[in-house]
């Protein structure tokens, strides 16, 4: 399969935030609730997202997204050995910032047809780039 841009111009920002992976919506007593940690993340990657959009209309054809999630190395525990990579399925960290886009950057997330996410030791932030493609 070749994906090809459309010519319109890549949508990039960076959210200066620790990511923070979905999380399930729970229930207690008979309410449903959303962990406040999360919700939070998902409006600070919402509004940063909007204002990357300057206004434009949500995308309306097939999406292209890459993501970067950036934490800080910890450090081995004593006797350990180095860690790899940082906890979290990047699977769940990449649809937590889909989730935010929805509706933003494109007008929802069953529109994306490709993604490309890396989870990577460093300075806590996110880098997104949005592009619309053809098949």
């Known amino acids: 399969m070749t994906l090809k841009l459309l010519g319109m111009p890549t949508i990039k920002f960076s959210v200066p935030t620790l990511p923070v ?9 008979k309410r449903r609730y959303n962990y406040a940690r999360y919700t939070n993340y998902k409006n600070l990657v919402g509004l940063v997202a909007r204002r990357a ?3 434009r209309a949500p995308l309306t054809g097939a999406i292209k997204v890459v993501a970067e999630f950036f934490k800080h190395k910890p450090q ?5 050995k180095p860690q790899v990579t940082f906890q979290g399925d990047v699977d769940n960290f990449l649809k937590a910032v889909l ?7 494109y007008e929802d ?14 300075e ?12």
């Not at 992976?21 to 007593?29: L, N, S």
């Not at 081995?76 to 350990?80: F, I, L, M, T, V």
């Not at 996110?126 to 098949?135: A, D, F, K, N, P």
Request: aromatic share 8%; net charge negative; with cysteine.
């Open 21 to 29: 992976p979905f999380m399930r919506t729970g229930f207690q007593e």
């Open 99 to 105: 989730d935010a886009m929805n509706g933003i950057c």
């Open 53 to 55: 959009m300057n206004g």
């Open 76 to 80: 081995p525990r004593k006797g350990s």
């Open 109 to 122: 997330d069953r529109q994306v047809i490709f993604v490309q996410a890396t989870k990577i030791f460093g």
């Open 124 to 135: 806590p932030h996110i880098t997104v780039e949005v592009e619309e493609i053809t098949q």
